[in-house]
């Protein structure tokens, strides 16, 4: 599951979703007029899980998320032709870096592991001849001078202590909530896949199309779809030209905390962790609170395990 904030006002820039076949999301929706009327406890819900994301939000990022990003800035950004070089030696790489970084995570190369071979640069300083003297001179610059051949290993090359790893900690019964939300997707006509190709992302929205990593657990695999169900009802429109990456993730992943709090999970900081990874905060999400908040009652009232009459004959729509 990389990235700037937005000043813009989401909930007046939202566009109206296509439509699907579910009622839920046809326009005119009379939904805001009824829950001024009488806050419904869906509302309750989602109104008590928004000031909790918010509170963990404004309090910064955890312990855990600190020392995963810390040790995630260690390793390089390699080129597209490394990147190439890399998948065509090793296909199964996931991380790699030098003996030397390897070693400062406290990790080392197992016994008869081959190097995966890439181009390093190599970089020089060109002085300036027309400095009279030499504390005239401006600091060197730095010029390509060519290229050599290192080698690095993929982390399954390596043994050693643990990476900080980016902890989801999503636990609970999901219980028939699960059926229910596939059943959801269904009637929006957005087909579910598993593929495991996908990695290391626990989930992609491809627009009508979801893919789900498998081997997830059960509460992080409802998160997960709750997720990518929020990027198809919000994010696969003309709407997703007027945000960033950082307003979609912010967004999907608040619509996923809400829901996943409200049948009972246990969320930890995984949301909050989450959507700071990708530079959303408390005032983005703020931003965003409108249609938010619908989305996460569209799904939740697919959810709902009792409904009176009139809320069930009644529609509403996921976005502004």
């Known amino acids: 599951m990389t990235y700037a904030a937005t000043t813009t006002n989401n909930s007046n820039a939202a566009t109206t979703a296509p439509h699907r076949k579910n009622a839920a999301l046809r326009s005119n929706s009379p939904y805001q007029q009824r829950t001024t009327e009488r806050e419904n406890p869906a509302q309750q819900l989602i109104k008590q899980a928004v000031d909790f994301l918010l509170k963990q939000l404004e309090e910064g990022r955890s312990e855990a998320l600190t020392a995963y990003l810390g040790a995630m800035a260690r390793f390089h950004n390699y080129s597209f032709g490394n990147i190439l070089a890399i998948a065509r030696q090793r296909p199964t790489a996931t991380r790699v870096a030098g003996i030397r970084t390897w070693n400062e995570f406290g990790r080392f190369v197992k016994k008869g592991e081959k190097g995966i071979q890439i181009l390093a640069p190599i970089v020089g300083h060109r002085r300036n001849k027309d400095a009279a003297e030499p504390e005239q001179e401006a600091k060197p610059a730095s010029v390509l001078i060519g290229f050599r051949a290192v080698y690095v290993f993929d982390h399954s090359q390596t043994e050693g202590a643990e990476l900080p790893e ?60 709750v997720h990518e169900c929020a990027h198809e009802l919000l994010h696969k429109t003309e709407r997703r030209t007027m945000t960033t990456a950082t307003v979609r993730e912010t967004e999907a992943e608040a619509v996923a905390f809400i829901v996943g709090q409200a049948i009972g999970l246990e969320m930890g900081t995984a949301s909050s962790d989450y959507i700071q990874m990708y530079a959303g905060n408390a ?38």
């Open 283 to 320: 005032a983005l999400l703020t931003e965003s609170l409108e249609v938010i908040q619908r989305t996460s009652a569209v799904i939740l009232g697919a959810l709902a395990v009792e409904e009176s009459e009139e809320t069930s004959t009644q529609p509403v729509e996921a976005a502004a």
């Open 166 to 225: 980016f902890e989801h900690s999503i636990t609970g019964e999901v219980g028939e909530q699960r059926e229910r939300l596939i059943a959801f997707l269904d009637e929006q006509n957005i087909k579910l896949e598993y593929n495991e190709k996908i990695a290391p992302a626990l989930g992609v929205s491809y627009g009508g199309r979801i893919a789900l990593l498998p081997g997830q657990s059960k509460a992080e695999e409802f998160t997960t779809l």
